[in-house]
């Protein structure tokens, strides 16, 4: 079967029997979120960040401290996912299949919204999507820009890439803008440079795209934003998705598209 046309629990079905990939294309119409559990004394601090970030953290479900399934997602949070990050310390120590051994009673899910949500708009109107083609992870870059921080939480912006030919460039800021609570429209066009990413063939996250002639690097903010603060911050204890590998939710695209 086409990955496109599982369902989320059949997908959250071979995740949990071993399968290991990133999300990008899977399940059809159905919304995928990044997630991040912090400690609960950590969790009003997260929600601030957010409210402070909201294009880079826009929060669509969270969890009660320990559970491991939300209203939005109905899975298993610990297994029901293509890859994990654990984080000790604001450094990344391991990257594991589950987070059964790992996921402790104090532990708060927070699911962030994901840009593959619009992807397929995009295609709807004309807008390729390279890592779509490539059937690769999307690039993702660590810019210079500075989130607004908290007392705690403090990091750089992250954005995922998609190349567009420039007469297409504002069709993709007009169709993703229509989804504010999924990142919404890309927070730069054009000079990779100008945010601080220096080579768009070396993402800091995910696989490189061929950007060709005639098309113009467009920068989405990305739900990998809180986990680089979890690092940039020396978070003692938190777990994330692996970067491109997504919690598959219950709840439809075009729930978060905007008329």
């Given at each position: 079967?086409?990955?496109a046309?599982?369902?989320p629990?059949?997908?959250?079905?071979?995740?949990?029997t071993?399968?290991r990939?990133?999300?990008?294309?899977?399940?059809?119409?159905?919304?995928?979120?990044?997630l991040?559990?912090?400690?609960?004394?950590?969790?009003?601090?997260l929600?601030?960040f957010?409210?402070?970030?909201?294009?880079?953290?826009?929060?669509?479900?969270?969890g009660e401290?320990?559970?491991?399934s939300?209203?939005l997602?109905?899975?298993?949070l610990?297994?029901d996912?293509?890859?994990?990050?654990?984080?000790?310390?604001?450094r990344?120590?391991a990257?594991?299949d589950?987070?059964?051994?790992?996921?402790?009673a104090d532990l708060?899910?927070?699911?962030?919204?994901?840009s593959?949500?619009?992807?397929r708009?995009?295609?709807?109107?004309?807008?390729?999507?390279r890592?779509?083609?490539?059937?690769?992870?999307?690039p993702m870059?660590?810019?210079?820009?500075?989130?607004?921080?908290?007392g705690?939480?403090?990091?750089p912006?992250?954005?995922?890439?998609?190349p567009?030919?420039?007469?297409?460039?504002?069709?993709?800021?007009?169709?993703?803008?229509?989804?504010?609570?999924v990142?919404?429209?890309?927070?730069?066009?054009?000079?990779?440079?100008?945010?601080?990413v220096?080579?768009?063939a070396?993402?800091?996250?995910?696989?490189?795209?061929?950007?060709?002639?005639?098309e113009?690097?467009?920068?989405?903010?990305?739900?990998?934003?809180?986990?680089?603060?979890?690092?940039?911050?020396g978070?003692?204890?938190?777990?994330?998705h692996?970067p491109g590998h997504?919690?598959?939710?219950?709840?439809?695209?075009d729930h978060?598209?905007?008329?």
């Amino acid at each position: 079967m086409d990955v496109a046309d599982l369902s989320p629990a059949q997908a959250r079905e071979r995740f949990r029997t071993g399968e290991r990939v990133p999300t990008a294309g899977w399940c059809r119409g159905w919304t995928q979120a990044n997630l991040i559990a912090v400690p609960s004394e950590l969790r009003y601090e997260l929600l601030l960040f957010a409210h402070r970030n909201p294009q880079a953290c826009p929060v669509l479900d969270v969890g009660e401290p320990g559970v491991w399934s939300t209203e939005l997602f109905s899975g298993d949070l610990r297994t029901d996912l293509p890859g994990y990050r654990l984080y000790r310390d604001g450094r990344a120590v391991a990257d594991l299949d589950d987070v059964v051994a790992q996921w402790r009673a104090d532990l708060v899910p927070f699911l962030i919204g994901c840009s593959f949500t619009f992807e397929r708009a995009l295609l709807a109107a004309g807008v390729p999507v390279r890592h779509l083609e490539a059937g690769t992870n999307v690039p993702m870059y660590v810019t210079s820009i500075p989130c607004e921080s908290t007392g705690s939480l403090a990091g750089p912006l992250v954005v995922s890439m998609r190349p567009v030919p420039e007469e297409l460039v504002a069709t993709a800021v007009e169709v993703s803008g229509r989804y504010p609570s999924v990142h919404g429209a890309p927070v730069h066009t054009g000079d990779p440079a100008a945010i601080g990413v220096e080579n768009l063939a070396a993402p800091d996250y995910g696989d490189p795209v061929e950007v060709r002639a005639g098309e113009v690097p467009l920068f989405w903010a990305c739900g990998v934003t809180p986990q680089q603060a979890v690092l940039a911050s020396g978070v003692p204890y938190a777990i994330g998705h692996l970067p491109g590998h997504m919690a598959i939710m219950d709840v439809r695209d075009d729930h978060y598209r905007m008329a």
